[in-house]
C-alpha cells in the first residue's frame, strides 16, 4: 500500500526541472503593466481636466474683484459749465470737460504741485478713462450736484489694477515697467487712507466691449447669446422632435428614408465651421439679413443642433415599449392621437435632456459665429434679435487675442462663467434624467 | 399695415375660426356628442386651419414677389437715357431712387413740394434727415421714387386685403362643410402628417443648402483662379490686393493648409488614441462600477468643455510652457538657452486637441468593446489566458472595425477643428515637418479670409468656400466610411 501511494505521488509531483516553463511570472508581469498602462491612461485624462480647470480658475478668480478709487470730487461750476449755459443748452453738460475734476481731485487727494506736469499725467494715468462717462452720466442724471462736493467711487485704470492685485513683477526695472514707482507709492497712499480698495466686480456682468480692460464686461454678450439660445430653442425644439416623430413612428422604410438617416447622422458630424459658412451664404448674402445679427447666429446655431435633438429624441421614443402603443391603438385611438397623446409624453424626459445639452453645446459654439460677423465691438445691449451683438464665447476669443494681462485674467472669469453656465445646463439635464427617466 | 401686425390678424381670425368651428360642431351634434364623427376640438382646428395656412402661403409669396415687380415697374420707368447706359447703371440708378424713396418718406409736405418741383436741392433736403446720397440727384429720381413709394404702398395695402379675405373665406368654406359626420380628425391628421414630413426633410434641405451654396461660391471662386492652381499649388499667399497694384493675384495653394491640418490631426490622434483606447478598456474590463462611475463622467466633462477654452488653454498655458521648457531643455544640453518649440506649434495645436479628442476616443471605444458578447470573453478566460492576454488577443480583434470606425470618426473632428487652431496652431502657411513650428490649417484660413471686412466678389473671400467644400467633401468621405463600419459592426453582434 505505501509503496503504491508513494508511486502515484511521484507522478504528481515533478522535479522542478522537468517542470515545462509556461511562463507563468512573466505573463502576470505583463498583466499588471497592461492594467497599469489603462490605469495611468485615465489618470492622464484626468491630470489634464484638472489642470484645464486650474489654470481658468487660478487665473480667472482675480477677475470678479476690482480695484476703484473713491475720491471726493468737486463738482465745480467753473469746469463743468464756465459760462452758465447749461440754462440754455443742456447738451452743453455732455461735452463738459469731467477729466478735469478728477485731476483736481487726484491733486487734491496725493497732494501733488499741479504745476508739475509729468506728475500729474501719471496720476490722472491710474484711473479709468471711463471716468468721463461715470461723471458725465451722473451730471447730467442730476445737475443740482454740480457746485458740491461728493465722495465717486472710480474703476482704477487696468494696469493699477493688476498691481493691486499683485499681478505685476516689480523686480523688473521701472522704466519697462506700466506702473511705475511713484504710482506704487500713491497706491500705498491711497490704501492706507481707504480710498482705494477691491470691491466685488459688478461691471465684469453688465457692461459690454470695451478696448479699456477696467470698463469692458460681458453683459452685452451675454444677452446676445441669450437671445440666440431662445431662437435655438423656439425652432429646433418642436421641429426636431416633429422630425424624428415622422422618422421613428410614420416613415416607411424605403431609400428616401434610408438617405435622411445617413444624412442627420453625417450632419452630427459636420464641422461647425462649415455651418458658418452656410450662414453666411444663405442667410446673409442670399437672404440678405443683417451681419452681427443675433437672429442670423440663432438659425445657424438652429441647424447644427437639430441632429443632436433629432438622434436622441429618436432614442427616445425607441424606449418606449410597443405596449403603450398597442394599448392605445386597442382602445381606438388614431396613431396620431396615440403618439401625442401617450408616446411623446412618455418620451419627453429623453427629449428634453438631448434638447439641453444641445443647447449647452451651441452655447459654447465659437466658429460659425466668427463667420457671420459677430466678431463685433459691441458696446451697447442689443435691444432686439435683429441688432448687432455678439455671443458670449465670441467675447472670449476676442479677449483672448488681447495682450494687457488684465484682459487674460477677464477672459478666464469669462470661461469661467461660461463653464458655469454649461455645467448648471448639463446639471439640470442629469437631474431631469434621473427624475423622470423610466426603465420599461 | 406691418407684416407682423397682418401675421398677427391672421392668428386671431384663426383663433376665432377655432372656436366658431368647435361651436358650429357642438351644435350639429344636438347635445348629443357621440353622433360627432371627429371630437368638436378637431372641428375647431379644422376650420383654423383652412383659416391660416392658405392665407400664410398667400402671404409669403406676395412677400417674396412683390419686390421683383415693384423694382421691374419702376426699372421700366426710369428715363431711356439711364437704359441706354446698360445695365449696371441702370442697377445703381434703381439703389439709388430707393435710396431718395427711403429719403422721401421723411420729408414733410412743404419739404416734398419743393424738391418735387425742383426748387430745393434734393441732396440737401435728404441729407438734413440723416439721409446721404452719393451724387445731387435728379428730378427723374424724385418721380420715380414717388412711384416706388406708391406702388409699394399700394402693394402692401392690396396684399393685406387679399391677405385678409382668403382667410375669412377659408374659414367660412370650412365652417360650412361641418356637419356631424364629416371626418375631420383624419383631415387634421392628415395636414399634422405633413407638417412632420416638412420638419424631416430640413435635414436633407440642409445638405442641400450646405453643398449648393457652397459649391456656387466656389465655383464663382475657380473662375479667377483655376482649380489645378488651387489644388496642387504650394504657395499660399493670398494678397489682400492693394488698390491699382495690377498683377498681385495672390496665389491659392491648398497643399500647406491641407498638410498643416493633416499633420496637427495626425499629432492629435497619436495622443489621443493610445490614452482614450487604453483609458476605454481600463473602464470596460478592469474597473470596479465605483471607479467606473466616477472616472467616466470626469473624462466626459472633458468632451463638454466649449473649444475656445481649450484654445485659451493652448494659449495662455500649453503654448509658453512647451516655450520655456524647450529652452530650459537647449540651455542644459547645449548652454543656449534659446527655445526649439514655439509657442504656437504644431506640437501645441496637436497636444491640447488630443486633450480634447481623449473622451471621444475612449467614450465610442468603451461602447464598443462592451458590445462584444460575454462568450468570447468567458471562452477566452476559461482557457486559461489572462485577461490583458484575453483582451490583446480576442476582444481587440472582435472589437476591431468598430474601434477603427470610431477613429475615423474622431479624425474628421481633428480635421474639422477651429477655435484651437486659430488660437494655438499660428497662420504661417508652410509645408514642413517640423513639429515645432507653426502651420496653419483650412479652417484657420477660413476663419482668416472671412473676418473683417468683407468685399464678396474678390477670390479673396470666395476662396473661403472652396476651403470649405474641401474640407466638407473630407469629413464627409470619414463619417460616412465610419458609420458604415460601425453599423455593419453593430449588426454583426445584435
Known amino acids: ?440 | 399695415m406691418s407684416t407682423s401686425l397682418i401675421l398677427l390678424i391672421i392668428l386671431i381670425v384663426g383663433l376665432a375660426a377655432y372656436f366658431a368651428g368647435r361651436a358650429r360642431a357642438m351644435a350639429s351634434s344636438k347635445g348629443k356628442l357621440s353622433v360627432l364623427h371627429s371630437l368638436p376640438g378637431y372641428h375647431g382646428v379644422y376650420v383654423a386651419i383652412w383659416a391660416v395656412l392658405p392665407a400664410a402661403f398667400v402671404l409669403a409669396i406676395w412677400l417674396l414677389a412683390s419686390p421683383f415687380f415693384v423694382e421691374n415697374s419702376v426699372r421700366s420707368a426710369l428715363p431711356e437715357s439711364v437704359h441706354s447706359q446698360g445695365s449696371a447703371t441702370t442697377e445703381l440708378m434703381l439703389g439709388q431712387v430707393m435710396q431718395v424713396a427711403n429719403g422721401l418718406k421723411l420729408l414733410n409736405t412743404e419739404e416734398l413740394a419743393a424738391v418735387t418741383s425742383g426748387s430745393s436741392n434734393l441732396r440737401d433736403a435728404l441729407a438734413a434727415k440723416g439721409v446721404p446720397m452719393a451724387n445731387a440727384g435728379e428730378t427723374y429720381m424724385v418721380e420715380a421714387a414717388q412711384k416706388y413709394n406708391s406702388l409699394k404702398d399700394g402693394s402692401r395695402w392690396v396684399m393685406s386685403a387679399v391677405v385678409l379675405i382668403i382667410a375669412i373665406a377659408g374659414a367660412v368654406f370650412a365652417i360650412r362643410g361641418i356637419s356631424a359626420p364629416f371626418r375631420a380628425r383624419n383631415r387634421v391628421e392628415r395636414v399634422m402628417l405633413g407638417a412632420l414630413l416638412l420638419a424631416s426633410s430640413i435635414a436633407i434641405l440642409t445638405t442641400v443648402g450646405i453643398v449648393g451654396s457652397m459649391l456656387s461660391e466656389a465655383i464663382r471662386f475657380f473662375q479667377s483662379v483655376s482649380p489645378s492652381a488651387f489644388f496642387f499649388g504650394t504657395v499660399w499667399d493670398p494678397r489682400f490686393s492693394a488698390a491699382g497694384s495690377g498683377g498681385t493675384e495672390g496665389q491659392f495653394g491648398l497643399l500647406p493648409l491641407l498638410a498643416g491640418t493633416l499633420y496637427i490631426a495626425f499629432v492629435a490622434m497619436l495622443f489621443a488614441v493610445p490614452v482614450g483606447l487604453f483609458a476605454a478598456i481600463y473602464m470596460a474590463e478592469y474597473a470596479r462600477p465605483v471607479v467606473r462611475g466616477i472616472a467616466k463622467p470626469l473624462l466626459e466633462i472633458l468632451a463638454g468643455i466649449p473649444t475656445i477654452v481649450y484654445g485659451f488653454f493652448a494659449l495662455v498655458t500649453v503654448g509658453p510652457f512647451l516655450r520655456d521648457i524647450s529652452a530650459q531643455l537647449n540651455g542644459l544640453v547645449t548652454g543656449n538657452y534659446v527655445n526649439f518649440i514655439q509657442a504656437q506649434s504644431v506640437l501645441t495645436a496637436g497636444l491640447v486637441m488630443g486633450i480634447m479628442l481623449i473622451p471621444f476616443v475612449s467614450s465610442l471605444s468603451d461602447d464598443i468593446i462592451t458590445q462584444v458578447p460575454r462568450s468570447l470573453r468567458d471562452g477566452s478566460l476559461g482557457l486559461g489566458a489572462t485577461r490583458s492576454e484575453t483582451i490583446k488577443r480576442v476582444i481587440l480583434p472582435a472589437a476591431l472595425p468598430g474601434i477603427v470606425g470610431a477613429l475615423l470618426l474622431t479624425a474628421s473632428r481633428a480635421v474639422g477643428e477651429t477655435m484651437i487652431v486659430v488660437l494655438a496652431a499660428g497662420v504661417a502657411a508652410r509645408m514642413q515637418l517640423n513639429p515645432f513650428e507653426a502651420m496653419t490649417t483650412v479652417t484657420v484660413k477660413i476663419v482668416n479670409q472671412l473676418t473683417g471686412d468683407l468685399e464678396f466678389n474678390s477670390p479673396q473671400t470666395l476662396v473661403a468656400f472652396a476651403l470649405g467644400i474641401t474640407l466638407f467633401a473630407i469629413t464627409l468621405c470619414l463619417n460616412i466610411y465610419a458609420l458604415y463600419i460601425v453599423r455593419k459592426y453593430r449588426e454583426q453582434y445584435e
Open chain 1, 1 to 440: 500500500m505505501t509503496d503504491m501511494t508513494s508511486s502515484v505521488q511521484s507522478t504528481f509531483v515533478r522535479p522542478a526541472q522537468a517542470r515545462r516553463d509556461i511562463g507563468i511570472k512573466k505573463r502576470y508581469a505583463a498583466e499588471r503593466r497592461f492594467k497599469a498602462y489603462g490605469l495611468a491612461a485615465i489618470l492622464i485624462g484626468l491630470f489634464f481636466l484638472f489642470v484645464l480647470l486650474w489654470t481658468v480658475v487660478s487665473k480667472g478668480y482675480t477677475a470678479f474683484q476690482q480695484t476703484a478709487i473713491t475720491l471726493p470730487i468737486e463738482f465745480s461750476e467753473q469746469i463743468i459749465d464756465p459760462k452758465n449755459e447749461r440754462g440754455a443748452n443742456p447738451a452743453k453738460l455732455m461735452t463738459a470737460n469731467y477729466p478735469f475734476l478728477v485731476r483736481d481731485a487726484l491733486i487734491k487727494a496725493l497732494g501733488i504741485d499741479p504745476a508739475n506736469k509729468p506728475l500729474v499725467k501719471q496720476a490722472t494715468d491710474m484711473v479709468s478713462a471711463s471716468a468721463r462717462t461715470q461723471l458725465r452720466d451722473l451730471v447730467v442724471a442730476n445737475p443740482a450736484i454740480i457746485g458740491t462736493t461728493a465722495n465717486v467711487s472710480l474703476l482704477a485704470e487696468g494696469n493699477i489694477d493688476s498691481a493691486n492685485k499683485g499681478q505685476i513683477d516689480l523686480t523688473v526695472a521701472e522704466a519697462s515697467r506700466k506702473v511705475k514707482d511713484q504710482q506704487l507709492e500713491w497706491m500705498k497712499k491711497l490704501t492706507e487712507t481707504g480710498a482705494m480698495a477691491k470691491q466685488f466686480n459688478t461691471g465684469l456682468f453688465t457692461y459690454g466691449a470695451s478696448s479699456r480692460p477696467e470698463a469692458a464686461g460681458i453683459g452685452v454678450a451675454a444677452l446676445g447669446s441669450l437671445y440666440m439660445m431662445l431662437i435655438v430653442l423656439v425652432l429646433a425644439l418642436p421641429i426636431g422632435v416633429a422630425a424624428s416623430i415622422y422618422l421613428e413612428e410614420f416613415a416607411p422604410k424605403n431609400r428616401l428614408t434610408d438617405l435622411i438617416e445617413v444624412n442627420i447622422n453625417n450632419l452630427a458630424a459636420v464641422p461647425s465651421i462649415v455651418y458658418g459658412l452656410l450662414g453666411l451664404s444663405i442667410f446673409i448674402n442670399f437672404a440678405g439679413m443683417p451681419r452681427s445679427a443675433a437672429l442670423v447666429g440663432g438659425l445657424v446655431l438652429t441647424l447644427m443642433t437639430l441632429p443632436t435633438i433629432i438622434i436622441a429624441t429618436r432614442a427616445a421614443l425607441k424606449a418606449v415599449p410597443p405596449s403603450i402603443r398597442s394599448a392605445a391603438l386597442g382602445l381606438g385611438a388614431s396613431k396620431m392621437q396615440t403618439i401625442f397623446h401617450h408616446v411623446l409624453p412618455l418620451a419627453m424626459p429623453g427629449v428634453l435632456t438631448g434638447t439641453i445639452i444641445g443647447l449647452a453645446h451651441a452655447l459654447g459654439e465659437t466658429a460659425p459665429l466668427l463667420l457671420i460677423g459677430m466678431v463685433a465691438f459691441v458696446v451697447d445691449y442689443p435691444g432686439s434679435p435683429m441688432d448687432p451683438s455678439t455671443a458670449l464665447p465670441v467675447q472670449i476669443y476676442m479677449w483672448a487675442n488681447e495682450a494687457e494681462r488684465a484682459f487674460v485674467e477677464r477672459t478666464s472669469g469669462a470661461i469661467m462663467i461660461l463653464l458655469i453656465f454649461l455645467v448648471v445646463m448639463n446639471l439640470g439635464a442629469i437631474l431631469l434624467r434621473r427624475r423622470f427617466e423610466r426603465r420599461w
